[in-house]
Each structure stands twice: as C-alpha cells, then as structure tokens.
T-cell receptor, first 109, second 114 residues
C-alpha cells in the first residue's frame, strides 16, 4: 500500500515554464518533507512543513501543506534546466520516513 | 563537516552470494535508516537503527539484516542475493529518531546482482 501518491509521475517542460507537483495521502502526517535527487546521488532535503496550511518559499520553489495535513504541493516558477531531477515527498509514519514514488522532472533549455 | 559516507559506491555480486554495505552517519547523528531504491522510484524503507538496536523494520525479508556499532556507524547485510535485489541502497542519518529535522542521505551503494 502506497501511503503517499505523487503526481504526475513524469514531467517534461521548457525552460521558463511553471509547474506543480502533488503529493496526496489518506493518512494524516505530523510533518511532510520534500527532497530532490539527482542521478547517482542521494536525496537532498528541500523543506519540512509541519503546520496545516503552511506555505514555505525557497526562491522559485513554493511548498504548501494541506489544511488537513494529508496533502502537499510543490510549485516551481520559471523552471530552469538545473531544476531537473527526481522530486520526492516524504511523511513521518510511525517514527520513520516513508516516501512517495517521486516525480521525474526534466526541464529542457 | 562530513556528511553521510557509504561504501562501496558500486558492487557487482552473483545470485546467491552475500553482501555487506557500510555507512558512517553525519557527525552528531545517532540514528541510521536504510532504504532500497529501484531505478526511477522512491526509496523503500528497510530498517532503522538507534542505540545499536533495530527499532523499525519495513516489509523486507529476513535475508536483510543490519547492525549498528557504538560509534553509530552501520552495516546492511543481504544474504542469498536475488536478481531483484539489484538497486541503489541508501543510508540516511538523523538525530534521536526525530524525523522532523529531516534525514541526511549518503550517495548510496549501487548493487548489481547478476
């Protein structure tokens, strides 16, 4: 059973476009994290959201945690080729971190 | 400040063999979690070690075992390797089983079983 469902699975866009990646679950999470992973490397933490309705911004990235703490979104403005990678959401479940299947983002120049 | 260090980086084994992967956590971290990641997929939780004991375990068979040493470093052992065990094995460290601060991941060990 996949606790966290991510969509879309794959996204290929042109440089300068905006995009949104979604992370949904039927479970309530006390916190949710977003990671970015490049080929041959481990995931790197981008942000942790804890409070329902919370919005965090990191430069061109905007993260939102749903009011019910069951879903989250990642919005990227004016995507750049350097944004290419696998984006993973992860939620705390029983004192461990469980991951979604990820969204593969490709930004073409 | 060194992050998480994993060794080896790549490994090729034959079906039926046994393998040991190693992980040194980030300085100041005392909890180590191991994940298996298939190509293009999210990491799947194998188990977590804290205070030298296995605290959590995912849906993996007993062929997967581990150990944590007093210096917090950890090993992942896989016996009777199957072709399906081919994957990137990631080690993640954290402090005191508190996931809210996030995990620091190593670059992983790419295991290929032939």
């Amino acid at each position: 059973t996949q606790l966290l469902e991510q969509s879309p699975q794959f996204l290929s866009i042109q440089e300068g476009e905006n995009l949104t990646v979604y992370c949904n679950s039927s479970s309530v999470f006390s916190s949710l994290q977003w990671y970015r992973q490049e080929p041959g490397e481990g995931p790197v933490l981008l942000v942790t959201v804890v409070t329902g309705g919370e919005v965090k911004k990191l430069k061109r990235l905007t993260f939102q945690f749903g009011d019910a703490r069951k879903d989250s979104s990642l919005h990227i403005t004016a995507a750049q080729p350097g944004d290419t990678g696998l984006y993973l959401c992860a939620g705390e479940y029983g004192n461990k971190l469980v991951f979604g299947a990820g969204t593969i983002l490709r930004v073409k120049s | 400040d060194a992050g998480v260090t994993q060794s080896p980086t790549h490994l090729i084994k034959t079906r039926g063999q046994q393998v040991t992967l190693r992980c040194s956590p980030k300085s100041g971290h005392d909890t180590v979690s191991w994940y298996q990641q298939a190509l293009g997929q999210g990491p799947q939780f194998i188990f977590q070690y804290y205070e030298e004991e296995e605290r959590q375990r995912g849906n993996f068979p007993d062929r997967f075992s581990g150990h944590q040493f007093p210096n917090y470093s950890s090993e992942l052992n896989v016996n009777a390797l199957l072709l399906g065990d081919s994957a990137l094995y990631l080690c993640a460290s954290s402090w005191g089983q508190n996931v809210n601060y996030g995990y620091t991941f190593g670059s992983g060990t790419r295991l290929t079983v032939v």
